[in-house]
């Protein structure tokens, strides 16, 4: 499995992410998206109104790069983040390789290459003790 069952906690809880694509130009683009971990494939499916015609979805058909984060603050006092960022390929699903896979409309697939987590868990140790969790899967 690419994700520990803490970082699939995490990312159950958030309803709310950011892809960064990479635009023909090669400037970045970065959008808020909504998501959900398709246990089936180990992946991160990305959908929404009007996906196909999107410029997010045609960066994803150029060149399959993105980057991904979910993240929050559970607290401010004391100061407290938490994050996943997952880096990888992605595919555009179109309509009906979307169809073919069981899914209600194009889709971007993200599939992990590198997963960053922070702040997940240990409340009670002191923020500056944290480390990160990263790894190539």
Excluded at 66 to 78: I, T
């Amino acid at each position: 499995m690419s994700f520990t069952q803490q970082e699939l906690d995490y990312l159950a809880s958030q309803r709310l992410g950011r892809l960064a694509t990479v635009q023909p130009n090669g400037t970045l683009q970065v959008s808020p998206v909504g998501f959900h971990y398709n246990a089936g494939t180990s992946t991160i499916d990305i959908q929404g109104y009007n996906m196909a015609a999107s410029r997010k979805f045609r960066n994803v058909a150029d060149n399959g790069k993105v980057a991904f984060v979910v993240d929050d603050v559970p607290s401010v006092d004391p100061w407290r983040v938490r994050c996943v960022e997952i880096r990888g390929r992605a595919e555009a699903l179109d309509a009906e390789a979307a169809e073919a896979n069981d899914l209600g409309g194009p889709t971007i697939r993200i599939h992990p290459e590198r997963i960053i987590s922070f702040g997940l868990g240990a409340t009670d140790q002191d923020v500056h003790q944290l480390v990160s969790n990263a790894r190539d899967v």
